[in-house]
């Protein structure tokens, strides 16, 4: 069965610090993993995007790291700021195809002054 | 990039009525997707809007709960039907753009719906 699975489910840091969310997944022949950051009451906003063939990709304060053999994901925040604040959502797609998506249910961040 | 809008942003609804949905995008997009998220779940795909004809449904979802309009490449509507209090969620209209693989893909700020 096709599964995307977050860990943890929620974290409460100080503003400053260092995070890493994880992301496994089943989700076979594997295509693409996306990391999405969702506020509150508000549409996902893309963070990554990332083939089995790449390893690492940054987004200024964001980096995510893949290991297709393993299947795993994680995604490090670096200096952790309050508008960091929202959940975390991993997809993964198990084809080409935008309508080929499987997501996970996320991981809530929040970070405190 | 895709810009996404969506309204209304946020409704209250009374059970058994109805309430339509509309995404209007700043460019023209071939795939169009409606999804949904429940409180504290993942989204879950409804459909795919289909310009000019019938929206594909996911399993699970059917036109008659939640029928689609995509009249053009930029715009479409999502009705939910006859609401009740397990319809309470966020819908989101979603796009995807570009050549590359797997496309880049585009979320609207999401219609919170509350059925009382």
């Known amino acids: 069965k096709n599964q995307v699975e977050q860990s943890p489910q929620s974290l409460i840091i100080l503003e400053g610090k260092n995070c890493t969310l994880q992301c496994n997944y089943t989700v076979s022949p594997f295509s693409n993993l996306r990391w999405y950051k969702q506020d509150t009451g508000r549409g996902p906003v893309s963070l990554t995007i990332?083939?089995?063939?790449?390893n690492t990709k940054s987004n200024g304060r964001y980096t995510a790291t893949l290991d297709a053999d393993t299947k795993q994901s994680s995604l490090h925040i670096t200096a952790s700021q309050l508008s960091d604040s929202a959940s975390y959502i991993c997809v993964v797609s198990y084809q080409t195809g935008a309508n080929n998506l499987f997501f996970g249910t996320g991981t809530r961040l929040t970070v405190i002054p | 990039s895709a810009v996404i809008s969506q309204k209304p942003s946020r409704d209250i609804c009374q059970r058994g009525t109805s309430l339509t949905i509309q995404c209007q995008v700043d460019?023209?997009?071939?795939?169009m997707f409606w999804y949904r998220q429940q409180p504290g779940q993942s989204l879950t795909l409804i459909a795919t809007?289909?310009?000019?004809?019938?929206?594909?449904?996911e399993s699970g979802f059917v036109i008659d709960k939640f029928p689609i309009s995509r009249p053009n490449l930029t715009f479409s509507t999502l009705t939910v039907s006859n609401m009740s209090p397990e319809d309470s969620s966020i819908y989101l209209c979603?796009?995807?753009?570009?050549?590359?693989?797997?496309?880049?893909?585009?979320f609207g700020e999401g219609s919170w719906l509350t059925v009382v």
């Open positions: 979603s796009v995807a753009t570009g050549q590359e693989y797997g496309n880049t893909i585009y």
């Open positions: 460019s023209q997009v071939t795939m």
């Open positions: 990332m083939t089995f063939s790449e």
């Open positions: 809007a289909n310009q000019g004809s019938e929206a594909t449904y």
